[in-house]
């Protein structure tokens, strides 16, 4: 299993509640039907201001194809407009090892 972590903070005037909204539209209408794709979690960090998705996928390979696949949401998609650009940073990880009670 391969995890995205993407950590962000929302555009200026862009409250939660939008960052949600554009989040269910996407998965819905693109995120949901890739292949490989398992589960998005939207998190906030503290009180701090900060964001952080982590995105599961089958495999670091279906994440690449999901990161070309982008490319077909319109550029104008709400979705795009929630992030302050110069405040996302990712990272992939590849589990290794769950404990599950």
């Not at 200026?12 to 960052?19: F, I, K, N, R, W």
């Amino acid at each position: 299993m391969y995890r995205d972590i993407i950590r962000y903070r929302l555009a200026e005037g862009v409250t939660q509640e939008q960052l949600l909204q554009a989040a269910e539209s996407v998965e819905r209408d693109w995120m949901g039907s890739l292949p490989g794709f398992i589960s998005w979690e939207i998190h906030r960090v503290g009180d701090t201001g900060a964001y952080m998705d982590i995105v599961t996928w089958e495999s670091k390979e279906s994440a690449k194809e999901a990161e070309t696949a982008m490319a077909k949401l319109p550029a104008d998609h709400p979705w795009y407009a929630c992030y302050a650009p110069e405040s996302i940073t990712s990272d992939g990880i590849t589990s290794l090892w769950t404990s599950v009670s």
